[in-house]
Each structure stands twice: as structure tokens, then as C-alpha cells.
């Protein structure tokens, strides 16, 4: 069994999707043949994805200092 990824989109216009229907602004999780179909038909528009971020590096941790015991 192989699972469609799914795609979010904002309604421009009303629309019925899966027997439900949904008002403009409205976010629906589709699969992404009928997120394409949505939205050239302008019935939707993509949900508009987060920048992916520089990297992220850790800082670099600091050497730890031991103190010898006095002899």
C-alpha cells in the first residue's frame, strides 16, 4: 500500500472536498494531484511553506578545568 503525501492549501472560494464543504481561507490537507488541480483551477492557493534555516550549529562547549589536588 503506498501513501500519496499530502499537500496543504487555502481555499480561494468555497469548495466541497471529500463530501465537506470548506469557505474561502479555509486550510484543507489534500493529496497533491488534486492540491494541483485546486490551484489551477484558482480555487486555492499553496500553503506557503517556512524558509529553511541556516544550519544550526551548536556552540562550541568550552574545555572544562580540573584542579590538580595539592600534594
Known sequence: MTHLAKTIVTLTRPHTHAGK????GDRVE?????ADWLIAHDIATPEP????ADRITEPEPKP????EPKQ
Open 21 to 24: 464543504a470548506y469557505g474561502v
Open 30 to 34: 489534500i493529496d497533491a494531484t488534486s
Open 49 to 52: 511553506t517556512a524558509p529553511i
Open 64 to 67: 572544562l578545568q580540573r584542579k
